[in-house]
């Protein structure tokens, strides 16, 4: 078979191996092949019908109509065949005992199907034993192994199948950083611990900002425009700021569902880090805005967030306001907390 065949025969082959269902239609391949109906088409797909008919991977269903060409409308999928299956076993034990195999050798439908993103990981870490590597990062590594940059990255789940990591491949992921400002009249007052802000949206955080430089406020040592749902992946950033365990981050968003299910997510992915919530800001307009309106998007959370956020609030007057606006679908945006009151609420 020529490449165009053999690409296509290994995509029908993935395709097959994820069906749920035990049958395949012939128009089903075709669409999945993105082939027009054509006689020269027609050719290319019998001969990988032939071709997988010999491998055991499909049977025709010989009660079902032919086309022009003698190909079945409906093809049945077969389960590997034991002398295939063991081969497959066989291969799999082979890898480099650095290697978890236990999914493999239970699944070995995966195996194939994922072969050609798993043998040139075995043979990176056979080349690489004993020798000192340096490390690049994780798209620079997926382009060496496949000439393809994000291979690695949409494949992490076999990685973890395989017992394996990135720092195993030599390779370490990059964060995205985020925008933020340092406080220039932060090194006048040289606190032990630094406080950094989290603000959720961007009005805010240039608010904040210019509170700050006008106020020359010096206790507070950085601030951070998390760009929504974007911290949750820019966070790692901190890193370059040296920022530990015994500083305090305090993050400030909106009080809606999407804002407390941000906080809370970032709270649990980072747990190495000292976050919480920015109760003297949402007090704040907690405080103003007596009659918030109703949220306009469908937004849904789960109850135990929304607990351990309003935990955090130790006045039961504000617990309470919490609640009502929960209950009722209501939110207050972060934006309530404007220049004015900033200035009035920053020290």
Same mark, same amino acid.
């Given at each position: ?59 025709? +269903? ?14 049945? $999928? ?63 590594? *997926? ?73 020359? $406020? ?7 425009? @998390?760009?929504?749902?974007?911290? +949750?992946? *820019? ?17 400030? @968003?909106?009080?809606?569902?999407? @804002? ?15 976050? *919480?919530?920015?109760?003297? @800001? ?28 309003? *935990? ?36």
């Amino acid at each position: 078979m020529n490449n165009i065949n053999i690409e296509a025969e290994k995509e029908l082959i993935d395709y097959i191996l994820q069906k749920k269902t035990k049958t395949i239609k012939l128009s089903e391949i075709y669409k999945k092949l993105k082939l027009p109906y054509a006689p020269q088409n027609d050719k290319i797909i019998k001969n990988i019908l032939n071709n997988l008919e010999e491998k055991g991977y499909i049977q025709p +269903l010989k009660t079902t109509n032919k086309n022009v060409q003698g190909i079945f409308e409906k093809y049945k $999928i077969l389960n590997l065949k034991q002398e295939e299956e063991e081969k497959i076993k066989e291969e799999i034990l082979k890898l480099d005992e650095k290697i978890k195999i236990d999914y493999f050798l239970k699944y070995p439908k995966e195996y194939i199907k994922n072969k050609e993103l798993i043998i040139p990981i075995n043979e990176f870490i056979k080349q690489t034993k004993e020798k000192k590597i340096e490390e690049i990062t994780v798209n620079e590594r *997926s382009y060496q192994l496949y000439k393809n940059e994000k291979h690695l990255k949409e494949n992490e789940s076999i990685l973890k199948k395989l017992g394996l990591t990135y720092k195993d491949l030599y390779a370490y992921d990059t964060y995205e950083p985020f925008f933020y400002y340092i406080n220039t009249e932060y090194k006048n007052k040289k606190l032990a611990n630094k406080t950094i802000l989290i603000i959720e949206n961007k009005d805010t955080f240039w608010t904040m900002v210019k509170a700050i430089q006008n106020l020359k $406020i010096e206790d507070i040592y950085m601030v951070i425009y @998390g760009e929504g749902k974007k911290i +949750l992946k *820019s966070f790692l950033f901190i890193k370059e700021f040296k920022i530990d365990s015994k500083d305090n981050i305090y993050y400030f @968003g909106d009080i809606d569902f999407e @804002g407390i299910n941000i906080y809370v997510a970032l709270k649990e992915k980072y747990i190495q880090y000292n976050i *919480s919530a920015y109760i003297k @800001g949402y007090r704040t307009i907690l405080d103003i805005e007596n009659t918030p309106e109703k949220i306009k998007t469908n937004q849904n959370i789960n109850p135990k967030k929304l607990e351990k956020f309003i *935990s955090e609030f130790n006045d039961k007057k504000y617990k309470d306001k919490l609640i009502k606006i929960f209950n009722n679908k209501k939110y207050i945006p972060q934006e309530v907390f404007n220049y004015e009151v900033a200035s009035k609420n920053i020290k």
